[in-house]
């Protein structure tokens, strides 16, 4: 009786820890599809990403590439729909 109770503790347990892991990677790497209206507004929330990104990490976002944003129901990702360096040079903050 003691061992099928300990087992069946056991997968429950191994259940929630998964089911928590689960739920941790998705958040760190579940970047949404952003809906836009315009490029314009596009752009303004690529190189605010860029901007917080640069200023946070040195790094430019790790989605830049990929197809985060929806410019009037095409995906589009942020290094296609800005014209600047795909480095932080330009986001970087100003030395004062």
């Known amino acids: 009786m003691k061992k099928g109770l300990s087992q069946t503790l056991y997968l429950v347990i191994v259940a929630v820890v998964l089911?928590?892991?689960?739920?941790v990677l998705l958040t760190i790497f579940g970047g949404s599809m952003t809906t836009v209206s315009s490029l314009t507004e596009a752009g303004n929330l690529c190189?605010?990403?860029?901007?917080?990104?640069?200023?946070?990490?040195?790094?430019?976002?790790?989605?830049w590439n990929m197809n985060t944003v929806?410019?009037?129901?095409?995906p589009k990702s942020c290094s296609s729909i800005t014209t600047v360096p795909?480095?932080?040079a330009l986001y970087a903050p100003i030395s004062t």
């Open 19 to 23: 089911l928590i892991l689960a739920l």
């Open 86 to 88: 795909q480095n932080c």
């Open 70 to 74: 929806n410019v009037g129901g095409v």
């Open 47 to 63: 190189r605010t990403q860029a901007m917080a990104s640069c200023a946070a990490t040195n790094n430019m976002p790790y989605n």
